[in-house]
């Protein structure tokens, strides 16, 4: 069974800091994405990594894929109360189903 | 990419009853995909609905208590039956972003409280 592990599971700093979260597994996986969910909203996908060594920056917001294929970071520069939310790593093959990790609920604190 | 219009938003429920959620998606896709997301909890993958064929479960899921219609390539509805208080939970859609990203866009997502 293919298990993603997110870490941490809470995280709660000043605006301005820099943070970053980490998903992790044993398995390989065709792609990694990251999606960020508001309360009373569906996840909306941030990023999709596909190759080993990958990073792709969004404004702030800088994604890595390990060269294994097996984990990926999110690190956020200068943090704003924006960013709160909960965020969550998603692998799996393209046109198939995805295995969600746990997620990380981020608060940003003006 | 694809725009997924799901209802009912929320609705709170009798034990017992049935409520059918509705996915209506702009575009034809393949699968569509229903996830059960526990207060706060990830998401859980439900089955895979695809047209033409019965959905396929995942493991701690049965159709009985899941039924999943799919009539054509552009709408899907997702009945949890028989309602306890332990089916509170958010139910999302979800469908392949498309042919040009890796990804996928989802449903405003259904609060189910069962009382």
């Known amino acids: 069974t293919q298990l993603l592990e997110q870490s941490p599971q809470f995280l709660s700093i000043q605006e301005g800091e820099n943070l970053t979260v980490y998903c992790n597994s044993s398995?390989?996986?065709?792609?990694l994405q990251w999606y960020r969910q508001e309360p009373g909203e569906g996840p909306v996908l941030l990023v999709t990594?596909?190759?080993?060594?990958e990073v792709k920056k969004l404004k702030r917001l800088t994604f890595q894929f390990g060269d294994a294929r097996k984990d990926s970071s999110l690190h956020i520069t200068a943090a704003q109360t924006g960013d709160t939310g909960l965020y969550l790593c998603?692998?799996?093959?393209?046109?198939?189903?995805?295995?969600f990790g746990k997620g990380t609920r981020l608060h940003i604190l003006p | 990419s694809a725009v997924i219009s799901q209802k009912p938003s929320r609705d709170i429920c009798q034990r017992g009853t049935s409520l059918t959620i509705q996915c209506q998606v702009d575009?034809?896709?393949?699968?569509m995909f229903w996830y059960r997301q526990q207060p706060g909890q990830s998401l859980t993958l439900i089955a895979t609905?695809?047209?033409?064929?019965?959905?396929?479960?995942e493991s701690g899921f049965v159709i009985d208590k899941f039924p999943i219609s799919r009539p054509n390539l552009t709408f899907s509805t997702l009945t949890v039956s028989n309602l306890s208080p332990e089916d509170s939970s958010i139910y999302l859609c979800?469908?392949?972003?498309?042919?040009?990203?890796?990804?996928?866009?989802f449903g405003s997502g259904t609060r189910l409280t069962v009382v």
């Open positions: 398995s390989v996986f065709s792609s």
């Open positions: 998603a692998g799996g093959k393209r046109d198939d189903k995805i295995i």
């Open positions: 990594v596909v190759t080993g060594g």
């Open positions: 609905a695809n047209q033409g064929s019965e959905a396929t479960y």
């Open positions: 979800s469908v392949s972003i498309g042919d040009k990203y890796w990804g996928y866009t």
């Open positions: 575009s034809q896709v393949t699968m």
